[in-house]
T-cell receptor
């Protein structure tokens, strides 16, 4: 059983297109996150949802919009894709927003490698 | 602002060696520190989690230490094996529930 699953695993698309990445967790966690890993391997947080409510919204372009239909799902929609959006995007979850992350840490998905051409 | 640095960026050792990976951070007001392993094309696997009140954690051949006063953590791998080859990332839970990551140490264990 995959704890945090992302689809697709690879995504190649042209500049200007709109695409979505889906994430689902079956751990019963309340909080989910999107992280972006750049070419230098740094992971940086983009968004976090707690029970479908947005709690972290870092400085990312408005073209990126997260959507959480329920606490087990957090999707990432990207409009008007640009070359600089090419990266690996990781979804993660934690038991709760603060104490769960503090006491148990994060569980990450396997990542989605997005390539914009 | 929290900054996380991992040294070395890459490390190549022969099988069987004991090795130490380093992680340093600039702000000691962290909630916890987590070491992850990243394999090519795969996600991040959690190895060890150290709470801010703890000094170390052990799991099998892995031992992680935390010294908040000096802003350092180390990951010790005993009797390294080729299967240990991966990129190792340290991450700090800091400032609410955001994780700050280092850029990783790419480890290659040669048979």
């Amino acid at each position: 059983d995959t704890a945090v699953s992302q689809t697709p695993k690879y995504l190649v698309t042209q500049m200007g297109n709109d695409k979505s990445i889906k994430c689902e967790q079956n751990l019963g966690h309340d909080t989910m996150y999107w992280y972006k890993q750049d070419s230098k391997k740094f992971l940086k947080i983009m968004f976090s949802y707690n029970n479908k409510e947005l709690i972290i919204n870092e400085t990312v372009p408005n073209r990126f919009s997260p959507k959480s239909p329920d606490k087990a799902h957090l999707n990432l929609h990207i409009n008007s894709l640009e070359l600089g959006d090419s990266a690996v995007y990781f979804c993660a979850s934690s038991l709760t927003a603060m104490t769960g992350a503090r006491d148990y840490g994060y569980t990450f998905g396997s990542g989605t490698r997005l390539t914009v051409v | 602002k929290q900054e996380v640095t991992q040294i070395p960026a890459a490390l190549s050792v022969p099988e069987g060696e004991n090795l130490v990976l380093n992680c340093s951070f600039t702000d000691s007001a962290i909630y916890n520190l987590q070491w992850f392993r990243q394999d090519p094309g795969k996600g991040l696997t959690s190895l060890l989690l150290i709470q801010s009140s703890q000094r170390e954690q052990t799991s099998g051949r892995l031992n992680a230490s935390l010294d908040k006063s000096s802003g350092r953590s180390t990951l010790y791998i005993a009797a390294s094996q080729p299967g240990d080859s991966a990129t190792y990332l340290c991450a700090l839970l800091y400032n609410f529930n955001k994780f700050y990551f280092g850029s990783g140490t790419k480890l290659n264990v040669k048979p």
